[in-house]
């Protein structure tokens, strides 16, 4: 019997568990995924707690177990996972040693406040994230709190996962404070290393102007050195200093040391991968996908699962002797919260910029890209459905093969590129 092992059972492990199961015969392949949780988070909820919207108003929303979504046939090992020897192709856990023919790197990334001098410390009381259940359930206590006062949104630095996510905060936060009737009381401002709101020039005009619109302060190349929570203001390495009431942080993001130890990372935990075909450049019969992958495209779900498309066709590929054919373009869609019951869309690859448009048909959409609807926002709040029966479970998104893993020109206003 040969042994696929997946390591991480969030967005990527689950699909490719999923994907995969349906491709190999039982009698031929044995497959084991190992996680350390058993709790499976939709973390793009996480960002709706704080505010209470939507019907986000606890755990309930956004956590499920992870073992629903783990087919049949497919082994769940709860374990910490310590160390991949890819020479003798085993992996050590805190459950003992597996071995495999072919492995899946599917771990994800995770916030560490402890590397910003002041923060860890500070967290829970006038500082706080939404990256994690607890973080964001803690985040909603402190802003029902807020009367007045200055909330501000800072990006330590890139990568970081769900690049949008900072910028939904604070258009959030708008329409939170406007819903209350306290917006002229509570000054609201992005604290980003960036040139402007976004990455991608075209995008971060656009976006970065409707944050003008909806008094919103952009406070771009500011690269966080401390937290001073006494004093209630964070330092640049510039020494440039921002006061705060409320500090909501996008901590320092990195992949897994534990794949850094094990030789098949860049030295901040990513895997270095092939970023047209996923497959290790370090060692053999390894392939990896979504947050923990070092490839210069949005650390996204989307982008996870359309990732999960190639990697199950290079699996096959190798596994029928041939050699990895299939390739990943850095396709990313997201929608961007805008509040007042709208949101934008980008939709972009490793070389193609978001581009105001309509999508996915071109002229009917009916997604407006780079644009803030209505329809978008409709489209966000039903991708939760979409995330539980459809993506985890690697069915498709659209019918037609309108919305596929290689990004599509159509529908995009492709005059506005370079030449
Ligand atoms: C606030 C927020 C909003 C977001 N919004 C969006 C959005 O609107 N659209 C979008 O496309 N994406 C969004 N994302 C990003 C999206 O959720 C992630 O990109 C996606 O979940 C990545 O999937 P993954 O499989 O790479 O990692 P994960 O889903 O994070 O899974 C990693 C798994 O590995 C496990 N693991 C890690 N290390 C170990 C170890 N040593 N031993 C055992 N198990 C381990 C973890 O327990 C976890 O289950 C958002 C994320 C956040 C935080």
Redesign the pocket.
């Given at each position: 019997m040969k042994k696929l092992l997946i390591?991480?059972?969030?967005?990527?492990?689950?699909v490719i568990a999923n994907g995969m199961r349906k491709k190999l015969k039982s009698s031929e392949w044995d497959i084991t995924i190992?996680?350390?949780?058993l709790d499976?988070i939709y973390?793009?909820g996480?960002?709706f707690l704080p505010f209470k919207l939507y019907g986000y108003n606890d755990e309930t929303a956004v956590r499920k177990d992870?073992k629903k979504f783990i087919p049949s046939g497919v082994n769940f090992v709860q374990?910490?996972?310590?160390l991949v020897d890819h020479k003798k192709k085993t992996v050590e856990?805190s459950a003992g040693k597996h071995s495999y023919d072919m492995l899946v790197v599917?771990?994800?990334?995770?916030v560490h406040p402890e590397e910003i001098e002041g923060m860890e410390k500070s967290l829970g009381s006038g500082v706080n994230m939404?990256?994690t259940l607890d973080s964001?359930m803690q985040l909603q206590k402190d802003l029902a709190k807020i009367e007045k006062g200055r909330v501000i949104m800072n990006i330590a630095e890139l990568p970081y996962?769900?690049p949008?996510?900072p910028l939904e905060f604070v258009y959030l936060a708008d329409y939170y404070f406007t819903l209350k009737g306290i917006r002229d009381q509570v000054e609201i401002a992005l604290v980003t290393p960036m040139d402007g709101a976004f990455s991608k020039p075209i995008a971060s005009k656009i976006l970065g102007s409707t944050m003008g619109d909806k008094n919103i302060k952009i406070i771009p190349k500011f690269s966080i050195a401390s937290v001073d929570n006494k004093k209630k203001k964070i330092t640049s390495y510039e020494k440039h200093e921002e006061p705060y009431d409320l500090l909501v942080s996008v901590p320092p993001n990195r992949g897994?040391d534990?794949l850094d130890d094990s030789g098949l990372a860049n030295g901040s935990g990513y895997m270095d991968v092939d970023p047209q075909t996923l497959k290790s450049k370090k060692a053999d019969f390894i392939y990896a996908?979504?947050?923990?992958t070092d490839v210069k495209t949005?650390?996204?779900?989307?982008?996870?699962h359309f990732m999960a498309d190639v990697v199950i066709e290079n699996l096959m590929h190798e596994i029928n002797g041939k050699q990895p054919s299939q390739e990943f373009d850095g396709h990313s869609?997201?929608?961007i919260e805008s509040g007042f019951k709208k949101a934008f869309l980008i939709d972009f690859n490793y070389t193609v910029e978001p581009l105001p448009g309509k999508f996915p048909m071109a002229g009917i959409g009916p997604f407006g890209l780079l644009k803030d609807t209505k329809i978008n926002h409709m489209g966000?709040m039903a991708?939760r459905n979409m995330y539980w029966e459809k993506i985890l479970k690697h069915k498709p998104l659209a019918p037609f093969g309108l919305v596929t893993n290689k990004m599509s020109l159509t529908g995009k206003d492709t005059s506005l590129l370079k030449k």
């Open positions: 390591l991480g059972s969030g967005t990527g492990g689950t190992i996680d350390k949780n499976h973390q793009p996480l960002l992870k374990a910490e996972i310590k856990t599917a771990l994800g990334c995770d939404f990256y964001a996962k769900c949008v996510a897994s534990m996908l979504g947050d923990v949005s650390k996204a779900g989307s982008v996870t869609n997201c929608f966000k991708f």
